[in-house]
């Protein structure tokens, strides 16, 4: 027997989920802030009814894309990380390019980066953002400090740092390109080829 959720249940997840990706663009563009209840609902095509019988407040909502934000990212970067292993990391090519598969799993995107730099700045603002957001990094980071980890150890390298600061610089490297990328218009294969600069650098001085 194949077990159904209600069709009233879908209908909720699907409105969720469309105010929720409506949200995130209008956040993108211009901010949670300048962003009112009455635009987002406009966007995503429903009545103030209709937020406010899934959301609380704007506030409620954007901890909630903190929140999907924080599961999309980790998912992904656990699933390329495991792809990675799967195949054998003696064979997989050289570290930096290891690294490299793993951190393009977001970054060519304008509105995660975008979205990911509104998350940021309402984090210093407010405790409660604040909270979400090194939540997601603490996840992130430990799916990719694994991945260090395990290349040191399959290659039998040595780490300059802990394989915790590895990814600490790793990953701010990669925010700050990714940032840099999009304040100078760069093209997504102009962004790859500076990331992979960066990250060039930051490997020579992370392994011995």
Known sequence: ??????????RRENTRTRLMDAAAEMFAEIGIEAASVEAICE?????RGAFYSN???KEELFLALCARSAETTVAAVRERVTSIEDRGLDATG??????????????????????GA??????LRNPEFAEAYLALNRALGES????????AQVRGLSLRVSAETATELLLSAWVS???TALMTRQTPAATRAALGARLEQLVRLILE
């Not at 027997?1 to 009233?8: E, G, R, S």
């Not at 966007?43 to 009545?47: E, H, L």
């Not at 050289?94 to 979205?115: A, P, S, Y």
């Not at 509104?118 to 984090?123: C, L, N, P, S």
């Open 144 to 151: 990719v400090t694994q991945l260090v980890t395990d290349i």
């Open 1 to 10: 027997m194949t077990d159904t959720a209600p069709a009233p249940s879908r």
């Open 43 to 47: 966007r995503a095509g429903f009545t």
């Open 177 to 179: 390109t990714a940032e």
């Open 94 to 115: 050289e570290v930096l390019q290891l690294v490299q598969q793993v951190l393009e799993v977001t970054g060519d995107d304008r509105l995660d980066v975008l979205l």
């Open 55 to 57: 959301f609380g407040s």
């Open 118 to 123: 509104e998350i940021r700045v309402q984090a």
